[in-house]
């Protein structure tokens, strides 16, 4: 049986002249999971806040939107706010009280509920989340995977029919992102609730889905399972190079039958189509440059006298002009690392030199002035005008002379860019200051495929005029891309460095998607574009095993 | 077996309110003997020797309220000698002792209650009068410290940004006062999620209830029973003048009569009632660890 029907739907924002969304139908049957996928832009949010009524921005409306057989219009309040459950994307912004117990009351107090019914429900709602232990404590003291399960939980307490969650992971590290999808997906099973998702990583999403629906500029260009709609878009590699890394080989390499979107699916592609008489690929040594950008040596930090120490003896050196890359769980100090490079936490043993200079001997903030520059992990702070163009005036940056164009956002508000946007903006007013090192602390957080790719490239032009880069990510396909060096940091020091490509093969779980498929049948292959070379530089098998 | 603190706040807060209330409505010198006795025993009880600085200020304090009254106001019969011209009498050196006393003992009282009630029971107060006004609480208990955790963010964003651009004063508050001007832009902005989430949850779709975390169990109402009973012997005694203490022109108090000892006694008592919960809950502790 349908839960929600969307016939002909088409909406228009006010003063706009294109509509967000046009004309869009599709229905989701009661315990689906369906993910809705497309490019930041492409009107997925807009979609999924016409299913919510209470969310439902002001315009002009066409079209029905059906819950359960009755018009969305027509539910009583109280139904509407409980049957159909809303997560946001940002963990933080949609917590409402102080405490963690009173936050998965909220929904209940408001719809009225008995006292002793809220405190049975979120006794059931805290012990199936493992809540339990934090029950008590400040909101503000959780990590944003916490959060965000929080609000997720808090949702569940109303028992709601649907779950419609706008991109939930965006902001999560990728262990905190996989620990919430496998809820959802563990929801989906056990209490058979609804769920319609929007997402951009979709490498753990799209193997769990029952459906996967594709926007593009406002239209559904696609709906139904995920490896037919992957079979049905192998032409629009702007739409696929968000997909699973298994998918996008399939689709590079044109191969036929129904897609692989899993690792293990992937593997089996690669193995039955494929010969291995080249195992690896010719590989470019790549040599650094003589002269250090960076340097730690035996630095240690804690934030109070009676804490642990979170860096921990940290030594490493980055080189000049080249993309050095940090990964690392969550917690390990990598941040912490960054704020003391760019000077901001002042470690109380060790030695930091910045271009063979030591950071307290940049006096009077010179170290801020064509030398060094940090791009926080949440842009959002770098941001003090009310418009894009006041924001460069400010800082005295030169459109002209960045390696990327932002000339057609000059008017907006900063708040109102898109995540893509407001990192490209918030690097032009670093870049400002002309620095010849560069600090990004998670450059890809929250960012959809097509806008990483834009930041790679970016990256390397920065590099071609000579920038030195460290970035600190926990993203690591993105690593495997754009870095010259990587390195795994564990327990507040670094464990192992290399390039890349043996970097990568070297580890089994903080690795590649296509590291992991292709592990021992070829060599040192760490990108999908390694894969695609290898694959079809040994050519199909001729008759596939059986 | 819980001790005080564990007790329903309501019972809590209504110790707390005729305790400090009595204090503060009588001018009874035992009164207030009782009342900054209890109140620093009670104090010592909780925390051991540790807030030094606390007692150091309230002893101060006190030195200073007990001299200004005599210094300040020349009332009364007795000159004890004359400064500056002016008599420094018996009577209001007595009665600037004994409003210093009540004074420093309702702020003992107060420390206490602040330690106590921490922000969950004071929401649970509130709901009980009013469900919104305890959100609205809420939300500010949260809201207050995210925006000094923003801010410290910025800063550190701008910084690091080469925003500040020299070591100065006058560069430092230029910057700051940008950054308070962007806090304000990022609370109505945030405002704006938590108000979408607010209302996706059903907030303003009828009457709320509210969630209670603390019950109301035997203890609670016979500790509220015995708290209310001893309370009204009190205030019958401060009430009907049984305890009435005259100060000036010269020091005029007749012997308490029946009802004002039952009176000081009740009060007394009132005071010692979670000091007395503490032991008892102490020994039966020591008593239940040495069976096992």
């Known amino acids: ?546 | 077996m819980r001790s005080f603190s564990e007790y329903n706040p309501i019972v809590i807060a209504v110790w707390f309110l005729s305790v400090t209330g009595i204090a503060m409505f009588c001018n009874y010198p035992l009164l207030m003997v009782i009342s900054l006795v209890g109140a620093v025993a009670f104090f010592v009880m909780r925390n051991g020797l540790s807030h030094g600085k606390t007692h150091i200020f309230f002893w101060v304090l006190f030195l200073i309220l007990a001299l200004a009254n005599p210094l300040v106001s020349h009332n009364g019969k007795t000159v004890l000698f004359v400064m500056n011209h002016n008599p420094v009498t018996l009577e209001a050196t007595l009665y600037g002792l004994n409003s210093a006393a009540m004074i420093i003992g309702v702020l003992y009282w107060l420390r206490s209650f602040t330690q106590i009630m921490t922000s969950e029971k004071l929401l649970y107060i509130t709901g009980a009068l009013s469900p919104k006004l305890s959100l609205v609480l809420s939300m500010a208990l949260r809201f207050v410290p995210l925006f000094g955790r923003q801010s410290a963010k910025i800063n550190a964003a701008q910084t690091a940004m080469g925003l500040y651009r020299d070591d100065n004063i006058i560069d430092d508050i230029k910057g700051k006062s940008r950054v308070f001007s962007v806090m304000v832009t990022w609370a109505l902005e945030n405002g704006i999620i938590t108000a979408d989430s607010m209302e996706a949850r059903g907030f303003g779709t009828g009457r709320r209830t509210q969630m209670r975390r603390f019950r109301f169990a035997a203890a609670d109402i016979a500790f509220l029973l015995t708290e209310l009973g001893l309370l009204g012997i009190t205030c019958a005694a401060v009430g009907t003048k049984s305890l009435s203490f005259v100060f000036y022109p010269s020091i005029t108090a007749k012997a308490p009569d029946m009802l004002g000892v039952l009176g000081l006694i009740s009060y007394g008592l009132m005071i010692l009632m979670p000091m007395i919960l503490e032991l008892v809950v102490n020994l039966k502790w020591k008593y239940l660890r040495s069976a096992v």
């Open chain 1, 1 to 546: 049986m349908e839960i929600l029907a969307v016939s002909g739907l088409t909406f228009t924002y006010p003063q706009c002249a294109e509509p967000a969304v046009s004309n869009i139908s599709f229905s989701i049957e009661r315990g689906e999971f369906a993910v809705l996928c497309g490019a930041t832009g492409s009107g997925k949010s807009t979609l999924l806040r016409m299913l919510k009524r209470e969310l439902t921005p002001l315009g002009e409306k066409n079209g029905s939107v059906s819950f359960g057989g009755v018009e969305l219009s027509q539910l009583p309040d109280r139904r509407s706010a409980s049957a159909i459950g809303f997560v946001m994307q940002k963990p933080e912004q949609q917590v409402v009280t102080d405490k963690v117990w009173h936050e998965l009351a909220f929904g209940l107090e408001n719809l009225g509920t008995s006292p002793d019914e809220i405190s049975r429900r979120i006794a059931e709602m805290a012990s199936y989340f493992g809540i339990g232990d934090w029950y008590d404590r400040d909101v503000a003291e959780l990590s944003g995977g916490q959060k965000q399960l929080l609000n997720l939980a808090s949702i569940l307490v109303m028992q709601p029919e649907l779950l419609i969650l706008d991109e939930p992971t965006a902001q999560l590290d990728p262990i905190a992102a996989a620990d919430f999808i496998s809820t959802l997906r563990r929801l989906c099973s056990d209490l058979s609730i609804t769920i319609i998702m929007a997402e951009h990583r979709l490498e753990d999403v799209v193997p769990l889905c029952d459906k996967l629906l594709v926007m593009d500029k406002g239209q559904l260009i696609a709906n139904s399972k995920p490896s037919e709609v992957i079979s049905e878009l192998k032409e629009r590699p702007d739409i696929l190079c968000g997909m699973p890394a298994a998918a996008r080989l399939y689709a590079e390499l044109s191969g036929s039958g129904s897609s692989p979107l899993t690792v293990r699916e992937g593997r089996d592609f690669i193995e039955k189509g494929y010969n291995n008489t080249t195992r690896g690929l010719p590989q470019a040594l790549y040599e650094h440059s003589d002269s250090a950008a960076m340097e730690f040596s035996d630095v240690f930090f804690r934030y109070s006298r009676e804490g642990k120490d979170i860096l921990d003896g940290l030594s490493f050196t980055v080189y000049e002009k080249e993309i050095f890359c940090i990964l690392g769980g969550n917690g390990s100090g990598k941040t912490t690392a960054l704020s003391a490079a760019a000077g901001l936490l002042k470690p109380y043993s060790g030695r930091i030199k910045v271009f063979g200079k030591r950071l307290k001997d940049y006096k009077n903030r010179s170290l801020y002035r064509e030398c060094l520059a940090m791009l926080p992990q949440d842009v959002q702070t770098v941001f003090l005008k009310s418009t894009v163009h006041q924001e460069l005036d400010e800082c005295h940056a030169d459109i002209t002379e960045l390696p990327y164009d932002i000339s057609h956002l000059m008017d907006k508000h900063p708040y109102d860019l898109s995540g893509g946007e407001q990192q490209l903006t918030a690097l032009a007013k670093v870049l400002a200051s002309k620095p010849k090192l560069l600090l990004l602390d998670e450059p890809t957080k929250g960012l959809d495929a097509g806008a990483k790719l834009n930041i790679i490239g970016v990256l390397r032009k920065l590099k071609e005029k000579g920038v030195t880069v460290v970035i600190v990510t926990h993203d690591v396909e993105f690593a495997a891309v754009c870095a010259d060096r990587c390195a795994m940091f564990f327990g507040g020091r670094i464990v192992s460095t290399g390039e890349p490509n043996e970097f990568f093969s070297r580890n089994s779980f903080y690795t590649t998607a296509v590291s992991r498929m292709t592990r021992g049948y070829y060599d040192n292959a760490v990108t999908i574009d390694d894969a695609v070379k290898l694959c079809s530089l040994n050519g199909r098998k001729e008759k596939p095993c059986s």
